[in-house]
């Protein structure tokens, strides 16, 4: 008698097929996300430090050619999150679509708020946000932007940051997007919990608090930098 054979890549395709599949999927590459987002904040506010080289001496850390490699591959790794948490939420929306194609005439609380009804325009908003700011501020092809000394190892974070931010129009344009990237993050924080098990009666009241005070944060944190710029309260 002969053992069946298994093929883990069958069956992980398998898995994949099923709403929980992709829901993990979500859920595995919302965590990187939310990790890059969280490190990505407490970078840039690196802006507000009395020292006002800071943000430069940690930008030159990233750029060095001996962190370059590091800073590559998380940016792959980030990219390829990005590209599985889009393709499984759009294969997820159709799924679910083309298994009810007539709404519910009375929807439960999962949570039915504005953030949960938005999650489908205010992800490619920010997507194509993000786009915008890697252009703008890495790329440089949206604004002019300096190094330090014309140095492309050492770029000048501090002056390229300020005087984006500058532009009014950039400024409620990143603000907006933080409003919406908020939105995103309560919603799919809460949701990846519930697609990871994470949900009892007893606690999910506090789960639902702390997913929004942890969106809320990063709000605030991302969009007090262009508002401070304009404000002059940050000056080059």
Known sequence: MSAAVVNPAGRAARFYEAPIGKKAVMAITG?????????????????????????????????????????????????????????????????????????????????????????????PIVAAFVIFHVLHLTVGAVMTTRDVGGNPITPDVRYNV????????????????????????????????????ISHPRYTRGLKKASAVLAILIAIGNCSIPIAVMAGWLTD
């Open 162 to 197: 300020i005087s984006g931010f500058q532009n009014y129009g950039v400024s409620a344009f990143y603000i907006f997007a933080m409003i919406l990237l908020c939105m995103h993050l309560y919603h799919g924080i809460w949701s990846m919990c519930q697609s990871l098990g």
């Open 31 to 123: 965590i990187m996300l939310v990790g890059y987002v969280l490190a990505h904040m407490l970078g840039n506010l690196q802006i507000y430090s009395s020292n006002r080289d800071q943000i430069n001496t940690y930008a030159a850390f990233l750029h060095n050619p001996a962190s370059a490699g590091l800073l590559w591959g998380a940016r792959t790794v980030l990219l390829l999150a990005v590209i599985l948490h889009i393709t499984a939420a759009v294969q997820l929306f159709f799924q679910n679509r083309a298994a009810r194609p007539i709404g519910y005439v009375k929807k439960d609380d999962v949570p039915a708020s504005y953030a949960a009804r938005t999650m489908v325009w205010s992800g």
